[in-house]
């Protein structure tokens, strides 16, 4: 019988892990990815965006600022799929979701900033219904949502050029894959932007 790391014997003999997630947001995808490659099991509590359960009093007390994913680990509450990927990362070191390397990890981090910073918030439901559907116009929407998706993806084309081997940033699963992919996901599956 193989022994478990300290973080899987803390994680087995503690808490469990409760992830309050929605099956199409991309932030609880990443999330999902993260706890899966680092082998946890979780309780997957469903919040539905398009019914508005954000917004419950019972949620808001667990997320003040009504967005998924968030993760309860014993007293714990983080809130926030990068701030649940690192606490994840210090918590349970088993398969490290970031290089050794230093230079590695840096592109790894703007990887995922990219992704969480420049490209998913400015396709967030809210946005696209309440500012760029009602202010701008329905039809405006998918263009919006291309161009900003477009504009990010050359960005991550160019950090990535000299780094990628078999995954973005060399042969193993780090941040930066688990970032990449929802939005992948994301770009061609809900905004048919072809992937070649």
């Given at each position: 019988m193989a022994s478990a790391s300290v973080g899987e014997e803390e994680h087995n003999n503690n808490n469990k892990l409760i992830l309050y997630s929605y099956w199409r947001s991309s932030c609880s995808f990443r999330l999902r990815i993260a706890l899966n490659v680092k082998g946890l099991k979780y309780e997957y509590r469903a919040v539905n965006l398009l019914k508005g359960e954000q917004t419950h009093?019972?949620?808001?007390?667990?997320?003040?600022?009504g967005f998924v994913p968030v993760l309860v680990d014993g007293p714990a509450v983080i809130f926030d799929s990068f701030a649940i990927i690192m606490f994840l990362e210090d918590k349970y070191p088993q398969h490290p979701l970031l290089p050794t390397d230093i230079h590695k990890r840096a592109i790894n981090f703007q990887a995922a900033s990219i992704v969480s910073s420049s490209i998913q918030p400015l396709h967030n439901l809210n946005l696209l219904q309440k500012y760029i559907e009602e202010k701008v116009g329905p039809d405006e929407k998918l263009p919006w949502v291309q161009g900003v998706i477009r504009k990010g993806f050359t960005a991550l084309e160019k950090l990535l050029k000299e780094h990628s081997g078999r995954y973005a940033t060399g042969d193993e699963i780090f941040m930066a894959d688990i970032f990449l992919a929802p939005q992948l996901h994301s770009a061609y599956k809900r905004f048919n932007i072809p992937m070649v």
């Open positions: 009093p019972e949620f808001l007390q667990l997320n003040p600022i």
